[in-house]
């Protein structure tokens, strides 16, 4: 009797890819969600802060809308590259 060393599966593999291609959407869409979440908590601390002109929340507000701007480019640009790198 002798002992074979076992080499893994392609089905292995495949869900190895699966599983990469997976949380590439997810990256994507958790980007999104904190683009929305930034660009929405921007806007409402700009209306405060133009109520309290020398207050710190309009550079504050300034920030999160930027970050929001870039994590929703970052989502797009994600998922451009998700839908062109897609196995056909």
């Known amino acids: 009797m002798s002992i074979e060393p076992h080499e ?3 089905d292995l593999k495949n869900s190895d890819q699966d ?3 997976s949380s590439k959407w997810e990256s ?3 980007a ?3 683009g929305i ?3 929405g908590g921007g806007f409402v601390l700009g209306l405060q802060g133009l109520d309290h002109p020398d207050s710190f929340l309009l ?3 300034l920030g999160l ?3 929001g ?3 929703q480019v970052f989502a797009l640009l994600r998922s451009w590259y998700v839908y062109l790198h897609r196995k056909t």
Request: with cysteine.
């Open 69 to 71: 701007v870039v994590a």
């Open 28 to 30: 994507g869409m958790i």
């Open 8 to 10: 893994p599966s392609s």
């Open 19 to 21: 599983l990469s291609e």
């Open 65 to 67: 809308i930027v970050a």
């Open 32 to 34: 999104r969600v904190v």
């Open 59 to 61: 550079p504050t507000a």
């Open 37 to 39: 979440l930034c660009v």
